[in-house]
C-alpha cells in the first residue's frame, strides 16, 4: 500500500495524541492517589468500590447507633445505681426506726428523711438522656412519673438496629421496676407506707422483707443491663474490625501503586519525546524540499 505524507501525518499525531492521553491518566493517578478515577477506566474495580464504599457507611450507622445504645445503657445503669443507693438508706431508716428506744419525735424525724428519699426515687423515675425519658419505654417524649405516682403504662422494647437485621434492646421497663409489687405493694407505695408506720409510732421492721425484694428486682435489672452492654461492646468490637477489613479491601482495589505509577509516567515521557522527535523528522518535508 502506497504511504502517503498525509497519512504519515496522521498516524504522527494519532500516536502523539495517544501519549499525551496515557500520560494525563498517569497524572491524575499520581496527583489523587486513586488507580480508579472514573467507572471507564475499570468497570469491574469501579462497582467493587462502590460496593466497599456502601458498606462502609452502613457500618458507621450501625456503630452510631451502637454508641447510642451503650450511652443508652450507661444512664440508665446510673439511674440504677442510684435508686439502689436511695432504697440501700431506706433500708437502713427502717432499721434505724424498728429501734425500741426511738421516741416519736425520732420516729418523725427518719419519717421525713424517707419522704424525702421517695421524692428522690420519683426523680430517678424522670431520669432523661437528653431529652428523652429513659423509663417510659417507646414513649420518651412524657414524663412517666407524674403526680406521685409511676403513670407510664408504655412496656414497649427500645431497639437500635446494630447490624445487618440484627436489633439489640436497650431500655428497662419502667413499670418492671417503679411497678414492681412486693406483697401487693410497689416501689412507692413501700415507702411511703414504711413513713406511716414511723409516723403512727409503730415498728417497721415487718417491711424489711418487702424492701429487700425491691432490692433484689433492681439488682436483676442491673444485670440485664449489664449483660447488653458486654453484647453491645461485642457488637461494637466486631464493628471496627469489619470497617477496618473494608477499608483495606477498598484501598486495595482503589489506590493506585505510586512508585509504579511514577515509572509508567516517567517511560511514557520519554516515548512521548521520542515521538515527537520522530514526528518532527517524518513529517518535516515540505513542497520545496520535494522540488529539490
Same mark, same amino acid.
Given at each position: 500500500m502506497r504511504i502517503t505524507q498525509n497519512m504519515l501525518s496522521n498516524?504522527?499525531?494519532k500516536n502523539i495524541q495517544q501519549n499525551y492521553r496515557s500520560m494525563s491518566k498517569y497524572q491524575e493517578q499520581i496527583a489523587s492517589g486513586k488507580a480508579i478515577n472514573k467507572a471507564s477506566d475499570d468497570p469491574v474495580k469501579a462497582v467493587q468500590i462502590m460496593s466497599h464504599r456502601s458498606a462502609?457507611?452502613?457500618i458507621e450507622q450501625f456503630k452510631r447507633n451502637t454508641e447510642d445504645g451503650l450511652n443508652w445503657l450507661e444512664k440508665t445503669d446510673n439511674a440504677l445505681n442510684e435508686l439502689t443507693q436511695v432504697m440501700q438508706r431506706v433500708r437502713e431508716l427502717t432499721v434505724q426506726g424498728s429501734n425500741e428506744v426511738n421516741n416519736q419525735d425520732s420516729l418523725n424525724t427518719i419519717a421525713t428523711e424517707i419522704r424525702a428519699l421517695k421524692d428522690q426515687i420519683g426523680n430517678i +423515675?424522670?431520669?432523661?438522656?437528653g431529652d428523652r425519658f429513659l423509663f417510659a419505654g417507646t414513649d420518651t417524649d412524657t414524663a412517666p412519673f407524674l403526680n406521685g405516682a409511676f403513670a407510664s403504662t408504655n412496656t414497649n422494647v427500645l431497639s437500635w438496629n446494630i447490624g445487618q437485621d440484627?436489633?439489640?434492646k436497650v431500655n428497662i421497663n419502667g413499670t418492671d421496676v417503679f411497678n414492681f409489687k412486693?406483697?401487693?405493694a410497689n416501689l412507692f407505695e413501700t415507702v411511703e407506707q414504711? +413513713?406511716?408506720e414511723l409516723e403512727n409510732g409503730n415498728n417497721p421492721e415487718r417491711f424489711l422483707n418487702r424492701v429487700d425484694k425491691q432490692m433484689n428486682n433492681l439488682l436483676a435489672h442491673r444485670s440485664i443491663v449489664g449483660s447488653n452492654v458486654n453484647q453491645l461492646e461485642m457488637g461494637l468490637n466486631r464493628l471496627?474490625?469489619?470497617?477496618?477489613n473494608t477499608q483495606k479491601l477498598l484501598s486495595k482495589t482503589e489506590d493506585v501503586d505510586l512508585a509504579k505509577v511514577i515509572t509508567d509516567f516517567t517511560t511514557q515521557?520519554?516515548?512521548l519525546n521520542a515521538a515527537l522527535s520522530s514526528g518532527a523528522k517524518a513529517i518535516q518535508q515540505t513542497l520545496v524540499d520535494f522540488l529539490r
Open positions: 498516524q504522527v499525531i462502609l457507611t452502613e +423515675a424522670n431520669a432523661r438522656m440484627q436489633y439489640m412486693s406483697e401487693d414504711i +413513713a406511716l471496627q474490625e469489619t470497617e477496618l515521557q520519554t516515548i
